[in-house]
């Protein structure tokens, strides 16, 4: 009894540590829902730091925070589809954009990103570093040249998280729900068995 007592204790500690790590991650986003409805696609986007100034009081992003847990993160962009095919403008979190791509906000996954189609570290004119704040991506305009009308291109493709893992927020917390609910059902066989 006392080997199952022990195990008991062993599965509610890592219980607690799993769900609280579930917890914290989810007071932190990378997104608001209020993204999805203030997209919109645009024939130009601001290419100076005077532009975005009036291109964000235009959009008022301000009047959207308040319906996002993290207020303060949300901010004016304007950035590529993820086909690389229109501009769009949206009031999104800002996220640090990774590895020299241009900046895109991807709707299926209401989040902005790095874009895997768009390279801009070897433009000759203004390239984009390895790692660059996304409200930032008027600095390099050369994105937005690569841009292409199509609007025949589906809106949706994978998510890319700008700390390397490739997956839905939700999904990825079904699948850590799933692990550890098998992992204990395991564990409290085993228990039962060797009693």
Request: proline share 4%; aromatic share 8%; hydrophobic share 30%.
């Amino acid at each position: 009894m006392y080997i199952f007592s022990q195990l008991t204790v062993l599965n509610l500690c890592l219980l607690f540590f799993v769900l609280h790590d579930l917890m914290k991650t989810s007071e932190a986003s990378d997104s608001c829902d209020v993204s999805k409805t203030t997209f919109e696609n645009v024939d130009n986007c601001p290419d100076s730091e005077e532009k975005i100034r009036e291109a964000a009081a235009r959009k008022n992003c301000a009047a959207y925070s308040n319906r996002c847990s993290e207020p303060d993160k949300l901010e004016y962009h304007c950035v590529l589809d993820p086909y690389v095919t229109q501009k769009l403008e949206v009031c999104a979190y800002k996220q640090n954009i990774l590895g020299g791509h241009c900046t895109e906000y991807n709707i299926g996954g209401n989040l902005i990103q790095s874009s895997r189609k768009a390279n801009c570290s070897s433009f000759l004119q203004s390239p984009c570093p390895d790692v660059y704040p996304s409200t930032d991506a008027y600095k390099y305009s050369g994105c937005y040249n690569l841009t292409q009308t199509d609007t025949k291109q589906p809106k949706y493709t994978t998510v890319y998280r700008t700390n390397g893992k490739a997956m839905d927020r939700s999904a990825s917390r079904k699948q850590i729900s799933v692990n550890v609910m098998a992992l204990l059902i395991a564990d409290v066989t085993v228990t039962l068995v060797v009693l």
